[in-house]
Nanobody, 119 residues
Framework: VQLQASGGGLVQAGGSLRLSCQAS????????MAWYRQAPGQQRELVAR???????NYADSVKGRFTISKDPTKNRLYLQMNALKPEDTGVYYC??????????????WGQGTQVTVSS
């Protein structure tokens, strides 16, 4: 699957952004979709993920501020980010993981979108 992330930008602390990730195929068959981020000089970290049943998990640092969702009719993954903090700054990547009874099919990454939060 090809993934195209968008929606990043520069925002002041306390502001909001909505990231989108367009998938090239039916996301209803993807087991887990997720958003990761990577700050300069740091490792990539999981921000939020959503399963095929729409069960969600969030990093403790974003709980209550970020919401992950998906729209299978548009093959899109979203990340609504509210009450942004300077420490949320980084490149945000979408990820798609698909597995079947035969084993992993793919673990795909989008190109990333930059989010910069000014204080």
């Amino acid at each position: 699957v090809q993934l195209q992330a968008s929606g990043g930008g520069l925002v002041q602390a306390g502001g909001s952004l909505r990231l989108s990730c367009q998938a090239s195929e039916d996301i209803a068959i993807i087991n887990v979709m997720a958003w990761y981020r990577q700050a300069p000089g740091q490792q990539r970290e999981l921000v939020a993920r959503i399963g095929s049943s729409r069960a969600t998990n969030y990093a403790d640092s974003v709980k209550g501020r970020f919401t992950i969702s998906k729209d299978p009719t548009k093959n899109r993954l979203y990340l609504q980010m509210n009450a942004l903090k300077p420490e949320d700054t980084g490149v945000y990547y979408c990820n798609a993981y698909r597995v079947t009874a035969s084993g992993p099919i793919y673990d795909s990454w989008g190109q990333g979108t930059q989010v910069t939060v000014s204080s």
